[in-house]
Nanobody
Framework: QVQLVESGGGLVQAGGSLRVSCAASGRTFSSTIMGWFRQAPGKEREFVAAVTWRRGTTYYGDSVKGRFTISRDNAKNTVYLQMNSLKPEDTAVYYC???????????????WGQGTQVTVSS
């Protein structure tokens, strides 16, 4: 089992920045990749970004490329999502997830955190 705990969400004005974190514990060695997804009310869960534990290879959804940066700290078993130039449409619950294969679809991730709310005001 892998336990994931997100933190760092909150309210920010459009154009601002926010960083969310995801601390992993348990059998973290069993996961290959860590991803961030988001879900706004009435919408499907959307891929935001992912990073591999070993090489730090990163992947981004089209809507956040150039604005968001994912990173990981292997020593702390923690993944970060730095969000810059935030827009109101970035408002959502952001979920951290752990998977064993490189993927951008939710069903390929085995473990999920409880989510953290990010609200961007216009």
């Amino acid at each position: 089992q892998v336990q994931l705990v997100e933190s760092g969400g909150g309210l920010v004005q459009a154009g601002g920045s926010l960083r969310v974190s995801c601390a992993a514990s348990g059998r973290t060695f069993s996961s290959t990749i860590m991803g961030w997804f988001r879900q706004a009310p009435g919408k499907e869960r959307e891929f935001v970004a992912a990073v591999t534990w070993r090489r730090g290879t990163t992947y981004y959804g089209d809507s956040v490329k150039g604005r968001f940066t994912i990173s990981r700290d292997n020593a702390k078993n923690t993944v970060y999502l730095q969000m810059n130039s935030l827009k109101p449409e970035d408002t959502a619950v952001y979920y951290c997830a752990a998977g064993t294969a490189i993927a951008t679809t939710p069903h390929n991730y085995n473990y999920w955190g409880q989510g953290t709310q990010v609200t961007v005001s216009s």
